[in-house]
């Protein structure tokens, strides 16, 4: 049977796209960034996932105004990287598990959580900068990778509680999948960051390490949390968060970390990053 094995979270901010492929890993603002990521880099050799779950949210590069899925997933065989406005970055393309994908789909639906499915769609860095962050400068990604996209651009999204609820149906739709796949699920976005208006800049280190905290252990405080409080102490971009709690909603009632990293700022964002095993 298909297994979650394990739980990463991690900020996705685009400039360290662009630090990594200048090679400026080890620079003097990016070097204390990506050292909280050498541990990872040498745990996810050894623990040579089959496929990641990526929960990320598209910034207006496959979607925009006219199409505005709240829970998408991509069901495609491959996924180009998309342009940004600087042209794709030169990073392999994306493999999907279209079988997986297809699966889950169809669980998640009917257990009632309406998912759009999506064929063909090019990635943002809301995807390509965390498989960068784990994986380094490859010829080909080691994994194949179920893309699962979250509305957290415009409003509404959704709640804290369902991204737990839709993490929970996703965990029982990998368990009844009939081969044997070590299955990761990563949460990408947050941590504070606000990128536009009055607030620009905004970082709440205290908020965000009680929220790394509340990632940790059996409680689930975390999917109770508001909308106004992610805005509030968090900046406008923070509701990405809501995205790390369907990766906590896969792992079970407890979890144990492996590794946590946090750093400020990178750009104007809190770099957050956990690693997290199921420890019911
Ligand atoms: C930044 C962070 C993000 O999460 C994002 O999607 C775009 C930009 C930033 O801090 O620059
Ligand atoms: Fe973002």
Redesign the pocket.
């Known amino acids: 049977m298909a297994r979650i094995t394990a739980g990463v979270a991690t900020?996705?901010?685009?400039?360290l796209g662009v630090a990594h492929d200048l090679g400026k890993d080890k620079d003097d603002y990016f070097g204390p960034i990506f050292a909280g990521y050498e541990w990872t880099r040498a745990w996810e050799k050894s623990e040579k996932p089959d496929v990641v779950i990526l929960v990320y949210n598209d910034?207006a590069s496959a979607f925009d105004m006219k199409v505005i899925p709240t829970f998408a997933i991509g069901c495609g065989e491959r996924y180009k990287p998309a342009d940004e406005g600087w042209g794709p970055r030169k990073v392999p393309d994306v493999i999907g598990h279209a079988d997986l994908a297809w699966h889950i789909a169809q669980c998640l639906i009917l257990d009632e959580f309406d998912m759009t499915i999506i064929n063909e769609m090019d990635v943002d860095?809301?995807l390509t900068v965390p498989l960068s962050m784990m994986f380094g400068a490859v010829e080909e990604w080691p994994v194949k990778v179920i893309p699962l996209a979250v509305n957290v651009v415009t409003y509404p999204p959704p709640s804290g509680n369902r991204c737990w609820a839709l993490g929970e149906a996703i965990r029982r739709a990998v368990e009844c999948y009939g081969e044997d796949l070590n299955v990761q699920v990563w949460g990408t976005?947050g941590m504070s960051?606000q990128?536009q208006g009055a607030r620009a800049g905004l970082i709440n280190k205290e908020w965000d390490n009680d929220f790394l905290d509340g990632m940790i252990g059996d409680s689930d405080r975390l999917r109770h949390i508001p909308h106004i409080e992610y805005l509030r102490e968090t900046g406008s971009?923070g509701i990405?968060m809501v995205m790390w709690l369907i990766m906590r909603g896969t792992m079970g009632p407890a979890t144990r970390a492996l590794h946590r990293h946090y750093h400020v700022p990178?750009?104007?964002?809190a770099i957050g990053h956990l690693v997290l095993e199921p420890a019911a």
């Open positions: 900020s996705h901010v685009p400039l910034h860095h809301g976005g960051h990128l971009e990405e990178c750009s104007n964002t």
